[in-house]
């Protein structure tokens, strides 16, 4: 079970587990087939509409497949096959995708479900908790590219998570699906906090906030000179 750490704060939670049972206010399942067995052994959820297999590209890369009338969670999939990534995105030295491909898609995830839950839908939490909860798993990771990265992958992804939760005030679980997996995210989370405390102690709270939303757009991609 999830609480929030305290009243006011948004926190990022990492969880040992199955996404597809994971009881959260959006989910972000990676792949773009609603009839792929290996994510709905039972088929497609109900309340979920297949989109065309034209409307996943390299710049729309997650789609919200719940018609607006259901009031199940919000069910995104997730175009991240790195075999599909632009050139830019590519390291042919290394023959895979660069990881932003796979961060690009979790933070296009993080806004829109964001947004559709906090702002378009404007729905209220579920199960009484006092923030939404979005979730997804470490992106890229299975069959998309990025498993011989995993550690970068998870580091990256997990600093992406703590700016977005900075900046927004929604909860975001990071869900693991192996022992080993979820022991580096606790230390990767264990080294962020002690820097975090290091550089707040030296630069003040409001400038640290600001260097992780900063870090958050160069991560997507979104900052230049």
């Known amino acids: 079970m999830c609480v929030d750490m305290h009243e006011g704060s948004a926190h990022v ?8 049972h994971i009881c959260a206010d959006a989910v972000l399942i990676p792949t773009r087939n ?3 067995k290996q994510w709905f052994p039972n088929g497609p959820p109900p309340g979920a509409v297949a989109p065309d297999r034209h409307a996943f590209t390299t710049e ?12 199940r969670p919000q069910l995104w999939l997730g175009h991240l096959d790195g075999r599909y990534a632009p050139p830019e995105l590519r390291d042919d030295v290394l023959g ?10 979790a933070e296009q995830f993080l806004q829109g479900a964001h947004d559709d839950l906090l702002l378009n839908r404007a729905r209220p939490p579920r199960n009484g908790r006092q923030k939404h909860v979005l979730a997804m798993p ?21 600093e992406l998570l703590h700016s ?3 900046a927004h005030d929604v909860d975001v679980c990071l869900v ?10 606790q230390a990767h989370r ?11 102690a030296s630069v003040g709270a409001r400038l640290c906030g600001e260097a992780r939303r900063l870090a958050a757009l160069a991560a997507g991609g979104q900052l230049g000179l």
């Open 60 to 71: 729309r890369r997650v789609i919200d497949v719940m018609t607006a009338q259901t009031t």
């Open 138 to 158: 470490v992106v890229g990771t299975g069959l998309g590219g990025a498993r011989g990265s995993s550690g970068e992958i998870l580091q990256q992804l997990l």
């Open 13 to 20: 939670f990492v969880v040992h587990g199955d996404i597809c």
């Open 164 to 166: 977005f939760t900075a």
């Open 34 to 36: 609603l009839n792929n």
């Open 190 to 200: 264990r080294q962020m906090a002690e820097l975090g405390l290091r550089w707040e």
């Open 176 to 185: 693991v699906n192996s022992g080993k997996m979820f022991s580096a995210a």
């Open 96 to 105: 895979r995708p660069n990881l932003e491909w796979f961060l690009e898609a």
